[in-house]
T-cell receptor, first 110, second 113 residues
């Protein structure tokens, strides 16, 4: 079955560390997205990519970085510059007519 | 750019009662409309979508929604809810000319026994 796989499901980060969240899809979708979800705030767009080797900042890109070297993969790095990284992170991919979401990664700063 | 407003942040209902979750959108162009459901610590799952055609859309788990262009609404309904329907529900809109999707803040549906 086609879908999106996010890993790990839970991730703990120490202050000052960079961490990378994985997102892989086998749906042959061109576009991929990263969202951050905080309680009561819905989904906020961090970065998106419409095609390989190209990506754009979303509404809250500061402190994050991405790459899109392969169509199937869109990893998100949470850098030490992100001052409040504890959140639930969702990856999605799309073709016209809707998004497909991964199961999410919960990142906690310890 | 398009935007979405979910009018209720929390909706408590008793089991087997009907429910309506309200969603209004704004956009200057034609749109696609979606409802997603999210269970705790999981991703979003598509409930239903309106792309074109009949304004009454039926989805999974017995949910349906009606697109009302004049009122710019896309309310979600279910005639009889179950405990298992307890979840967060998100309304979303994307413009037909691009794939940029915007989400509402979510409505927490709690079904009580």
């Amino acid at each position: 079955d086609g879908g999106i796989t996010q890993s790990p499901k839970y991730l703990f980060r120490k202050e000052g560390q960079n961490v990378t969240l994985s997102c892989e899809q086998n749906l042959n979708h061109d576009a991929m997205y990263w969202y951050r979800q905080d309680p009561g705030q819905g989904l906020r767009l961090i970065y998106y990519s419409q095609i390989v080797n190209d990506f754009q900042k979303g509404d809250i890109a500061e402190g994050y970085s991405v790459s899109r070297e392969k169509k199937e993969s869109f990893p998100l790095t949470v850098t030490s510059a992100q001052k409040n990284p504890t959140a639930f992170y969702l990856c999605a991919s799309s073709r016209a007519g809707g998004y497909t979401f991964g199961s999410g990664t919960r990142l906690t700063v310890v | 750019a398009q935007s979405v407003t979910q009018l209720d942040s929390q909706v408590p209902v008793f089991e087997e009662a009907p429910v309506e979750l309200r969603c209004n959108y704004s956009s200057s162009v034609s749109v696609y409309l979606f409802w997603y459901v999210q269970y705790p610590n999981q991703g979003l799952q598509l409930l239903l979508k309106y792309l074109s055609g009949s304004t009454l859309v039926k989805g999974i788990n017995g949910f349906e929604a009606e697109f009302n262009k004049s009122q710019t609404s896309f309310h979600l309904r279910k005639p009889s809810v179950h405990i298992s329907d307890t979840a967060e529900y998100f309304c979303a809109v994307s413009e037909r000319r691009n794939n940029d999707m915007r989400f509402g803040a979510g409505t927490r549906l709690t079904v009580k026994p």
